[in-house]
């Protein structure tokens, strides 16, 4: 069983924690037990204590830190191989789209690689984070939706993976698991008395979404072997019934 250790932030007290932690439905409760380990070793390192794994973004994890240089050779990768010639992100960028709530992981870190895919694929711009305040982790981008999806303002991002790095659960009960969480994410979200009534310190300004049909689902199937792609994604697409706000990444071949 693929294992993943998070260190975040320990929420101080009468502060809620994290929402929707760091998808710990898929991977497992994140342990908040210690303080943020961020830090630069150098301009394209940042520490991270997660474990290293079989997904792609275990390939950025040099001497215990996330190499951000490495990840960000993957946009420009990605970039080349869909012919976006006139991509334009600085590493700068790529490095604020990659830390979340002071953490840099392979998670936030294979969220931020996903996310400027679906930019170059031209389904939304102006893509940033939202400062939610401290210690919440909100929806995990903010845009401006372009084409068939320009009524989106957020983007929510999870990530499968194969059944050869993770066995439990099936593909079956990831896809339902992911439906289940972007469902709830949605309403929640889109629910501003109920945000504030659950966490109280949520900046009073945070943009959030007007309704859950202004939230866009993200999925990227890179690492699932191409057998599987089918699988898990005509699952998430039966079980997100007549919810037309899905994207699919790598559902076919690998960018």
Known sequence: MLQHQIVGFQPAVGQAPHIEGINNFLFGKPNLDGKSQL???????????VMPTHIQAAKFIKNGNIDLQRAFDEVNCRASVI?????DCSFKRFKDLAVKCGNCITLTTREAIT?????????????RHEDYG???????????????????????IKGA???KI??????IKQAKKFVKRMEYQKDFWSNKAKVNEIIPHIRPDAYLP???????GLYDLWDVGTPEKSTISTAITAFSGDDRNLIFLNNITNT
């Not at 401290?134 to 929510?156: A, K, M, R, S």
């Open 115 to 127: 996310f400027l895919e679906g930019e170059m694929r031209g389904y939304y711009k102006n893509s």
């Open 39 to 49: 830090h630069s070793s150098n301009s394209n390192e940042i520490s991270t204590n």
């Open 166 to 171: 993770q066995q439990k659960p099936t593909l």
């Open 83 to 87: 012919g976006y010639e006139n991509f």
């Open 161 to 163: 993976v194969s059944s």
């Open 210 to 216: 007007e309704s859950p049909n202004n939230v866009l």
């Open 134 to 156: 401290p210690n919440v982790t909100g929806l995990d981008f903010v845009v401006e939706g372009l084409g068939e999806f320009d009524h989106i303002t957020h983007v929510e």
